[in-house]
């Protein structure tokens, strides 16, 4: 089964505009994972933000944490045509070593 | 670091036959993840070795699959009398040695299995 839940399901934009992703989860977690997988391919690790943090960058991108409401949101900033790919959460539960749970995950598409 | 590896990257077989997919993992790392993606959905974890010992294993992986990861090493994922529902993304990750609970997985660009 599926934890998180993102949404929305696809999303389209113009490059240079910003893209809201939102994550909702059911569990506990120790730390919430955003990944990207372009087309048939693997999936690429962006950012983690542990449980005790609310708010973490890197480079265009930004994610929050709310704890409390169970919810993640990745932000992309001035998006490109190569950020066209599919975008996940993944939650880690607070059990050593366990697996990551995914949501179905965010299709975002960006046209020049 | 030539990252995590997976080969075949696509294997098309008739249903009922056998398949083994392998995995690489990045060289130091311990701990290593299958997971299984359909279309339009993500990643459901399969199983997770610690170096050689299977430590968890998902009520997905139903009695026709098994995996290994002899030295703890590379691994391997089986598959018998493979069915049409077995059709999917087999991804492999791998995560450090370091035992900072939590730390990012990285993913192989994952084996597409088609049984026709």
């Known amino acids: 089964s599926q934890q998180g839940e993102e949404d929305p399901q696809a999303l389209s934009i113009q490059e240079g505009e910003n893209a809201t992703m939102n994550c909702s989860y059911k569990?506990?977690?120790?730390?919430l994972q955003w990944y990207r997988q372009n087309s048939g391919r693997g999936l690429v690790h962006l950012i983690l933000i542990r449980s005790n943090e609310r708010e973490k960058h890197s480079g265009r991108l930004r994610v929050t944490l709310d704890t409390s409401k169970k919810s993640s949101s990745l932000l992309i900033t001035a998006s490109r045509a190569a950020d066209t790919a599919s975008y996940f959460c993944?939650?880690?539960?607070?059990?050593?070593?366990?697996?990551?749970?995914f949501g179905k995950g965010t299709t975002l598409s960006v046209s020049s | 670091d030539t990252g995590v590896s997976q080969d075949p990257r696509h294997k098309i077989t008739k249903r009922g036959q056998n398949v083994t997919f392998r995995c690489d993992p990045i060289?130091?790392?311990?701990?290593l993840y299958w997971y299984r993606q359909t279309l339009g959905q993500g990643p459901e974890f399969l199983t997770y070795?610690?170096?050689?010992?299977?430590?968890?294993k998902s009520r997905l992986l139903s009695d026709r699959f098994s995996a290994e990861r002899p030295k703890g090493s590379f691994s391997t994922l089986e598959i018998q009398r493979t069915e049409q529902g077995d059709s999917a993304m087999y991804l492999c990750?791998?995560?450090?040695?370091?035992?900072?609970?939590?730390?990012?997985?990285?993913f192989g660009p994952g084996t597409r299995l088609t049984v026709l």
């Open positions: 569990t506990s977690i120790n730390n």
């Open positions: 070795f610690q170096n050689e010992a299977q430590l968890e």
């Open positions: 060289s130091e790392h311990n701990r």
């Open positions: 993944a939650t880690d539960p607070n059990q050593a070593g366990t697996a990551l749970i």
């Open positions: 990750a791998s995560a450090s040695r370091v035992a900072v609970h939590g730390d990012e997985q990285f």
